[in-house]
Structure formats: structure tokens, C-alpha cells
């Protein structure tokens, strides 16, 4: 085979004999002109390279007709050529030719002082409310405070009542919160949650049981239709029956909610407690949730300790971080723990919190 000076050149300098061009090709991308449906792996692993002549493989374009180059070829499903089950070769995940760029900004929140009254959730609003607790963090999952909420307060205008919202129209539900996305589902569940709320409300000593919540595998000695009383020591939840609760509702509700549901207090903070060694349910709380997690770091600081998110471990505070915690400043996200600048802070005049 004649082949031009500068491929040759190439050939040598890598090593390569010439037969290499003619052989099944091992490199990671296709030619541009096949068709090709699914990535090189995932060819490789549905369709196994079969044994059988390059002539009659699958794998390649039929041969031209003996007519010549202007009769049309009737392109096939391209799959992939035949390359040696010892060495797949995988296409990189990030182009070699794009620069790498710099890892992004650690989050940022406000912190209150712990001495204000409230750390600024809506679920400190609603913490009396538990079915409009629920409803509200259907609409906050995966969706910024400043949209879910002007829709939710609308909502709760059309449909003051649980009553009212077990009657709803579908239709209208969704048109009221099309702009947050997914609002059919949101809209079902809604609805769903109001209907049974009538029948089955959350109730002291009824639990039921929820997969793999609070950790993984918790939830499988129960069953499906099972209801625990109090005195049974298996994870079980009294709204855990509801539809569409997953683990930003649970954590949610029993940070605000289950304490007072139970009558062991008249809130979520302990307030009127008479129970012995009585310890607030959301001290027992890990959620995965950034704003809940920050509001748990600022309940513990108020309290003089350091939380880890992950653990719940505590590290009794130090004497500048607890100086820190009375000032009004900013925390910032460090492998999902939230660490309170302890240097001083002021607020800017747009708005946001920025280092002296």
C-alpha cells in the first residue's frame, strides 16, 4: 500500500507498521460520518464483538456495488468495529482542550445573632401549622424561597382550609403553581395529603413506617400497612402514612412539628416541657438539606456548642466563636458543615453581609 510521506513519517515516529491502518480500529471516538446511537461502552457491552469475517460483520459499511461510486451505498446501523476485548479505550469525560477551570465559590448564608428571636425559615412560622408545613416544603423542594412562597401564601388564599384543598379542582391547583415546576405532581400530592388529612390526620402514638429514613435500611421490619404504637422502639413516623413525604418533610416536621404533636411541649424549643430529661426532637435531627442544616448550626451555637452535620457530634465552642455567634455575620459551607466567620462583620448597603 503506497502511503503518503507525512503519514509515514507519522507511522514511524510512533512505531507503527504500516498494517495498522487496515486493521479493526481501537480508537475511542468513531469516524464523524457514522451514525452512531450510544456511546463506545455501551456498545460494547449490548453488542459483543462476534466472530465472524470482516466481510459479513455487522459492524462495518457494506462494500460498494461493482456499478461504481455514483451508485448510492444504503447506509446500516453503525454499532462499533471490532476492537479486542483486552484493551477498551474510553473516551474522557472532560475535553483535553478545554481549560480546567477554578473550583466554584464556597456557599454563603446570613447568620442572625442567637440571641434573635428567629433564624428566618418559614417553617418557624408554620411550626403550629403542621399541614401547612407540609404543603409549604412540597413547594420549597428544589425550589428557591423567593418563588415557592408568594405562590404558597396564594394558594393558601384560594384554599384557606384543609377541607378547601381536599375539594380543589386539579386543574386549577396546577395553573396556580405552574411557575414552580412540576406542578402536576406537586399539585396531586397537595391535594392527595388534604384527603387523607381528613380521614387519617397525624396523631399522637400512630406511627407508620418509612424506608430507608432516617438511615438506610431503617423501615424494613415494618410493614407496609403496620401501625406502631409509642412504646415500640422500631423508626416509624406519625405522618410517614402521607403521600409524597419524603425526607425534607420528616426532617422538617420533627424539627418543628413533633414535639408538640406528641404534647410534650408546647414547641419545638421545649417551651412548658414537663416530661423529665425532656430533649427536643430536633436535637436528634440530621438533614441533608442546606437551610435546615444551618438553621441547626445556629440552634446549637445558641446553645454553646459546634455541631457536625454529618455525625451530629458536638465540639463545645470557643470563646471567639461564641463572640462571633452574638454578632449578626455570615457562615460559609465547609464539607457541608456551616462555619461562622469569626472575624467582624457589617452589613453592606446592598444588602449582603461583607468582611471589615
Not at 91 to 108: E, G, H, L, N, V
Not at 203 to 230: F, M, S, T, W
Not at 248 to 271: H, M, N, P, Q, V
Request: net charge neutral; with cysteine.
Amino acid at each position: 500500500m503506497s502511503l503518503p510521506e507525512k503519514t509515514r513519517k507519522i507511522l514511524d515516529d510512533l512505531e507503527l507498521d504500516s498494517g495498522f491502518l487496515s486493521s479493526g480500529s481501537s480508537l475511542s471516538d468513531p469516524p464523524s460520518d457514522l451514525d452512531l446511537d450510544c456511546d463506545l461502552e455501551d456498545d460494547l457491552a449490548l453488542y459483543p464483538t462476534p466472530q465472524v469475517s470482516p466481510s459479513k460483520s455487522p459492524h462495518f459499511l457494506p462494500p460498494q456495488t461493482a456499478a461504481g461510486p455514483s451508485t448510492p451505498v444504503k447506509r446500516t446501523k453503525f454499532l462499533v468495529p471490532e476492537i479486542s476485548n483486552t484493551l477498551r479505550l474510553k473516551r474522557p469525560k472532560i475535553s483535553p482542550y478545554f481549560p480546567i477551570m477554578a473550583d466554584p465559590p464556597q456557599s454563603c448564608l446570613p447568620f442572625p445573632p442567637t440571641d434573635a428571636p428567629s433564624f428566618g425559615l418559614v417553617q418557624e412560622q408554620l411550626a403550629h401549622e403542621p399541614f401547612k408545613l407540609l404543603i409549604a416544603t412540597i413547594f420549597l423542594n428544589r425550589t428557591r424561597g423567593g418563588v415557592a412562597l408568594p405562590v404558597f401564601f396564594k394558594v393558601f388564599e384560594r384554599y384557606p382550609t384543609i377541607d378547601a384543598m381536599a375539594s380543589a379542582d386539579l386543574a386549577d391547583f396546577v395553573s396556580m403553581i405552574r411557575c414552580l415546576g412540576f406542578q402536576n405532581q406537586r399539585a396531586k400530592k397537595c391535594i392527595a395529603i388534604a384527603q387523607l388529612w381528613q380521614t387519617n390526620p397525624p396523631i399522637k402514638n400512630k406511627r407508620y413506617r418509612k424506608l430507608h429514613y432516617p438511615r438506610k435500611l431503617d423501615g424494613r421490619d415494618v410493614q407496609a400497612n403496620e401501625c406502631l404504637d409509642d412504646e415500640d422502639p422500631r423508626a416509624a413516623w406519625e405522618i410517614a402514612h402521607l403521600p409524597g413525604v419524603g425526607a425534607y418533610s420528616l426532617d422538617s416536621w420533627r424539627i418543628f412539628c413533633r414535639d408538640e404533636l406528641r404534647g410534650l411541649a408546647k414547641d419545638w424549643k421545649g417551651t412548658g416541657s414537663a416530661v423529665p430529661g425532656f430533649v427536643p426532637e430536633w436535637k436528634s435531627v440530621l438533614p441533608q438539606d442546606k437551610e435546615l442544616r444551618a438553621y441547626l448550626t445556629w440552634m446549637w451555637l445558641k446553645e454553646g456548642w459546634v455541631w457536625d452535620c454529618h455525625s451530629g457530634d458536638l465540639t463545645l465552642a470557643g470563646d471567639k466563636t461564641l463572640r462571633a455567634a452574638r454578632r449578626e455575620g455570615v457562615a460559609h459551607e465547609e464539607d457541608g458543615n456551616w462555619v461562622l466567620q469569626t472575624s467582624p462583620v457589617k452589613k453592606a448597603q446592598n444588602g449582603l453581609h461583607a468582611m471589615d
